[in-house]
Structures are given as C-alpha cells and as structure tokens.
C-alpha cells in the first residue's frame, strides 16, 4: 500500500507561480511511474503531467505545455508540479497519482485508470 500526500496549493494571482508537493510512502519509490491530474468544479477529473520512474521521461497535457513542469527526486520520495503563468482556469483540486511496476519500463502513463494510488489533492485557486 502507497500512500500519497500533496502539499503546496493555496491562492495565486493569474500570472504567478506555485509548486506542489507529493510524498510517497513506497519502499522503492523508483519503481513508480507518477502523475498529477486535477478536477476542476463540475468537470471530470483530467490527466495534467506524468514522470516515469526515473525521471528522465516525462509528459504533459497540452493545455499545460510550457507552463507546468513535472519532476521527481527519487531520494527523497517526492514528486513536484511547477506550476508558472497559471490561469483562471487552472484552478481545480490537483491530485498526485501512482502506478507500480515500473522499475523495468521506465514509462510514464496518462489515464486515470493506469493508477492503483491516488492522493486526498489539494486545492490551487487562480484569481484574475
């Protein structure tokens, strides 16, 4: 069992920055591809950036592309969202997600479906 737990959200004006946080309980942490999603008030919940267990593959969303970076450091159990230039409509509830069974593929995954662990999220406000 894998718990996950996001940290960094709060309120940000359109134009600025935060990064969040996800602390992965997993013994062997580079043996899991990660990713963030969020969902956003009325809407389903959409794959925003993926990492494989390396590190070194990664994927984001188009909506996204240029703005958000995903990455990991594998010593300390964590995976980051960068989040720059954010927008009113970034704001959502962003969820940190896991999928084990990596170790050899070293691939990142974007459904929601692919993910056995999923975090309690955390809440990101953009105002205009």
């Known amino acids: 069992q894998v718990q996950l737990v996001e940290s960094g959200g709060g309120l940000v004006q359109a134009g600025g920055s935060l990064r969040l946080s996800c602390a992965a309980s997993a013994r062997t942490f580079r043996g899991y591809a990660m990713g963030w999603f969020r969902q956003a008030p009325g809407k389903e919940r959409e794959f925003v950036a993926a990492v494989s267990g390396s590190g070194r593959n990664t994927y984001s969303a188009e909506s996204v592309k240029g703005r958000f970076t995903i990455s990991r450091e594998n010593a300390e159990n964590t995976v980051y969202l960068q989040m720059n230039s954010m927008k009113p409509e970034d704001k959502a509830v962003y969820y940190c997600?896991?999928?084990?069974?990596?170790?050899?593929?070293?691939?990142?995954?974007?459904?929601?479906?692919?993910?056995?662990?999923w975090g309690q999220g955390t809440q990101v406000t953009v105002s205009s």
């Open positions: 997600a896991a999928r084990g069974g990596t170790y050899l593929s070293d691939t990142y995954y974007v459904n929601l479906n692919d993910y056995n662990y």
